[in-house]
Each structure stands twice: as structure tokens, then as C-alpha cells.
């Protein structure tokens, strides 16, 4: 049935990736080419969504693009080239796929880069706070002035996140797992690292916001621990990560 409507409305390539109990469809478009205008590739994005949501109907669906070239993803519109290359590859077999899995294998992962892609996650979640101008000036400049706002993030004492349309249960999934996948490529846990399950084995601690339940006192130590380590990670590494910029 679903191959009839996939003929049906003429889709390219595409694979189901991430968790296996994700609220919604994590999904790949394969194209020719990746757009350097952001509204187009949005609009590609779109008529996807829509199209895919009706053979795929149980869940939301959402959609990124990729190019690939021999076997690994070359480019993405959302996101980092090694990270949705590896999250296809490991969770493949997970999903009920309509095509085979085109990804051959895991690509070296960039951990400068993750680190300096989750501090801008993690400091956004606060940008309306009081530390907005802070946080402003440091998502426009280098990691050291990241590292200055991260010092100030005290996980115990501001547990709002003012003019965020997520919910807090939400916020804090997210948190949990910015620093549940960044450890993940250092503690040697990356295969499992694309998954809620897989985070919740490697790190048990977070399991209780990674399934989105309400935060206890002891979430909140646990998150200024792995803020702390975050810290201590970017100091260790300043140098070496200087003025990369992200993508």
C-alpha cells in the first residue's frame, strides 16, 4: 500500500531516522542539489512534509534534505553533514523503511563542531532572559565569549526560559540531550547517541528529561554537572577549536 503511494505521488529517496518512539517522523529527502536560499529549501521541506504525510499518517512528518555522494551525505540543509550521516547509518534498522538504507557507513564526527553547535543551542533557551544582551553578543562571536556566558548558567536558579514557544518538559528533553550527544562522541557511546533510548543507557541520569517528564532538584545538579564538564571540555580545547565557524 504504501509503495502504491509513493509511485503515486512520485517521491524521491527518502529514509526514516532517530528514535524509534519519536513523536514524530525524523525523515531525509535525497536531492540533486542543496539551495543556498533558505526559504526555498524550507518551501522544498514543506511539500514534502506534505506529501509524505499521506502515506506516512500515523505521525507528524519532518522533513530535512541531504546530497550524497558515495555513500555518505555530502550536504544538509538542517544540521551537519557527519551527524545526519551517522544517525541514518546507525538508526536505519529502526524504522519501517520504504527504501533501502543508501548511507555505507559512520563518517569521522567534527567534536569542535558539536561543541560549538550545542553551546549555541544551549544558550538560546536563554536569550530572553536577563543575560539577553550577553547571550546576543556571544552567539555572534567566538567560543571564548560562550564559554563567559556558560560560566553564568546556573541550571538550580533559572528554571524559566521567558518568550520560548516549547514547553518546559520540552526545553529540558533538549538540554538533555545536547549534552548526552556531545558526551556520547567522547565517552565512546555514539552509536547510541541518535536515540532517547540510546542516550537513557548511556546516561541514566538524564532518563527522567529525556522522557520529558517534570524536572526534579536532582535533575537540575545533574544538568549544572554536565554544564560544568561542558566548560571544562572548551577550556581544555579553546585553542584548538579558535575561530571555526559553524555551518
Same mark, same amino acid.
Given at each position: 500500500?504504501?509503495?502504491?503511494?509513493?509511485? +503515486?505521488?512520485?517521491? !524521491? %529517496? $527518502? *529514509?526514516?531516522?532517530?528514535?524509534? /518512539?519519536?513523536?514524530? @517522523?525524523?525523515?531525509?529527502? $535525497?536531492?540533486?542539489?542543496?539551495?543556498? /536560499?533558505?526559504?526555498?529549501?524550507?518551501?522544498?521541506?514543506?511539500?514534502?512534509?506534505?506529501?509524505?504525510?499521506?502515506?506516512? &499518517?500515523?505521525?507528524?512528518?519532518?522533513?530535512?534534505?541531504?546530497?550524497?555522494?558515495?555513500? %555518505?551525505?555530502?550536504?544538509?540543509?538542517?544540521?551537519?553533514?557527519? +551527524?545526519?550521516?551517522?544517525?541514518? @547509518?546507525? &538508526?536505519?534498522?529502526?524504522?519501517?523503511?520504504?527504501?533501502? /538504507?543508501?548511507?555505507?557507513? !559512520?563518517?569521522?564526527?567534527?567534536?569542535?563542531?558539536?561543541?560549538?553547535?550545542?553551546?549555541?543551542?544551549?544558550?538560546?533557551?536563554?536569550?530572553?532572559?536577563?543575560?539577553?544582551? =550577553?547571550?546576543?553578543?556571544?552567539?555572534?562571536?567566538? #567560543?571564548?565569549?560562550?564559554?563567559?556566558?556558560?560560566?553564568?548558567?546556573?541550571? *538550580?536558579?533559572?528554571?524559566?526560559? !521567558?518568550?520560548?514557544?516549547?514547553?518546559? &518538559?520540552?526545553? @529540558?528533553?533538549?538540554?538533555? $540531550?545536547?549534552?548526552? *550527544?556531545?558526551?556520547?562522541? #567522547?565517552?565512546?557511546?555514539?552509536?547510541?547517541? @541518535?536515540?532517547? %533510548?540510546?542516550?537513557?543507557?548511556?546516561? !541514566?541520569?538524564?532518563? /527522567?528529561?529525556?522522557?520529558?517528564?517534570?524536572?526534579? $532538584?536532582?535533575?537540575?545538579?545533574?544538568?549544572?554537572?554536565?554544564? &560544568?564538564?561542558?566548560?571544562?571540555?572548551? =577550556?581544555?580545547?579553546?585553542? +584548538?577549536?579558535?575561530?571555526?565557524? +559553524?555551518?
Amino acid at each position: 500500500m504504501k509503495i502504491d503511494k509513493f509511485n +503515486e505521488f512520485r517521491l !524521491p %529517496h $527518502f *529514509q526514516i531516522f532517530g528514535s524509534e /518512539n519519536s513523536k514524530d @517522523y525524523d525523515i531525509i529527502v $535525497f536531492v540533486d542539489f542543496i539551495s543556498k /536560499n533558505v526559504d526555498l529549501c524550507s518551501s522544498i521541506c514543506r511539500e514534502y512534509d506534505s506529501k509524505i504525510s499521506k502515506i506516512l &499518517t500515523d505521525k507528524p512528518i519532518n522533513v530535512n534534505i541531504a546530497t550524497i555522494k558515495n555513500g %555518505h551525505i555530502s550536504d544538509v540543509f538542517r544540521g551537519t553533514y557527519d +551527524e545526519v550521516n551517522n544517525a541514518l @547509518y546507525y &538508526t536505519y534498522e529502526l524504522h519501517d523503511q520504504i527504501h533501502d /538504507n543508501l548511507i555505507s557507513g !559512520p563518517l569521522k564526527r567534527d567534536l569542535n563542531l558539536k561543541i560549538i553547535r550545542s553551546t549555541r543551542g544551549i544558550l538560546s533557551f536563554f536569550s530572553r532572559t536577563d543575560l539577553r544582551y =550577553e547571550i546576543k553578543l556571544s552567539l555572534k562571536g567566538d #567560543i571564548k565569549s560562550r564559554l563567559n556566558v556558560l560560566r553564568i548558567i546556573d541550571f *538550580q536558579k533559572m528554571s524559566d526560559f !521567558p518568550g520560548k514557544k516549547e514547553s518546559k &518538559t520540552d526545553i @529540558y528533553k533538549v538540554l538533555a $540531550f545536547l549534552y548526552g *550527544q556531545l558526551f556520547s562522541l #567522547i565517552d565512546g557511546y555514539e552509536k547510541d547517541s @541518535y536515540t532517547k %533510548h540510546g542516550i537513557i543507557r548511556s546516561y !541514566p541520569e538524564l532518563s /527522567n528529561l529525556i522522557n520529558r517528564n517534570d524536572p526534579n $532538584f536532582q535533575d537540575l545538579i545533574i544538568l549544572n554537572k554536565f554544564n &560544568t564538564r561542558l566548560i571544562q571540555l572548551i =577550556e581544555s580545547k579553546i585553542e +584548538e577549536i579558535g575561530d571555526i565557524k +559553524e555551518v
